[in-house]
Each structure stands twice: as structure tokens, then as C-alpha cells.
């Protein structure tokens, strides 16, 4: 029977065959050259490491989706509250704007005009009133927002019926 080849190993000088992965005196590795205790700190370590259960990785994007659908939600009554507030104001300006369309319709485009003209001009007043009355918070914002919207709509009817 031949003599099974050995090595030394590097760290205690033990013979050691060369069909074995570690010393079984000192239990260095002997392929990765890994002591034994870094081995043992290592599984130690990945022991006590604590992965988080899936089931909360998955709640994070559940969680953000209905914080999202909820600030949607408050956008939404905030602004549906805001038209309420201002709905008398919205209305009256969206009478006038139909009105100028009818006009354009049956052909009286200069009295469309004037009637858009006189639009802008009370919704420039009104807006400057909304900003030297420091209404900002209470809703005011919102105001200007919307009697802004009815003066660019109103601009824009003007300038179509000056094509």
C-alpha cells in the first residue's frame, strides 16, 4: 500500500493529507488558509444577525400606498370644501362666460368682446382685493386660484374672438 501524499500546515506544522480540507489540529482551512475561530465568530455572527420578517418588508410599500390614498383623500375635501366656500363666486363668472359664448354664437362678437373685457377687469379687481385684505390663510389662496383660472379662461375667449 503507498504512503497517502501529505502537507504541512501553515499555521501549527501538523502533517496533514492532501484529501483534507482542514487541519485536525488547529482546524485552520486549509484551501481558503480561514482560522478556525474566524469561522466560529463568523457563524456566530451570522447567528445573531436578525433579518427582518418578510411580512414587515412588505407592509412598508402597504403602508406608503395608503399614507398616498389618504393625502389624496384630504387634497381632495380641502379642495372640494375650498369650491363650496367660493361656488357663489365661480358661478356667477361661469354665467357671464356662457353668456359671452352665446353672443359669439348668434354673431355679436364685439359685445362678446366687451362682455370678456369687462370679466377680466372685475376678476383683476377682485383679486387685488383678495391681496390687500391679507385673506391668504383663510382661504384666500384659493380664491385667487380660482378667480385667476376664470381671468386666464376669460383671456383666452377674448383672444380666440379677436382671430
Known sequence: MAEEET?????CGTQVRVTEKECPYC????????????????????????VAPLSTV???PVIAFALTVFAGY????Q???ALDSNKSLVQ?????????????RFGKVS??????????DD????????ESDGDEEDGGATKKSLLLSIQSKAEHKLQKLSE
Open 74 to 77: 384630504m387634497y381632495q375635501r
Open 123 to 130: 376678476v383683476e379687481n377682485e383679486a387685488s382685493d383678495v
Open 111 to 120: 359685445e362678446a368682446r366687451e362682455l370678456c373685457q369687462q370679466i377680466i
Open 79 to 81: 379642495a372640494e370644501s
Open 7 to 11: 502537507r504541512q500546515c501553515s499555521t
Open 58 to 60: 412588505l407592509m412598508l
Open 27 to 50: 482546524g485552520l482551512n486549509l484551501e481558503t488558509g480561514e482560522a478556525y475561530e474566524t469561522r466560529v465568530r463568523k457563524a456566530k455572527q451570522d447567528r445573531d444577525h436578525k
Open 92 to 104: 356667477e363668472y361661469v354665467a357671464q362666460l356662457k353668456k359671452v359664448d352665446t353672443l359669439a
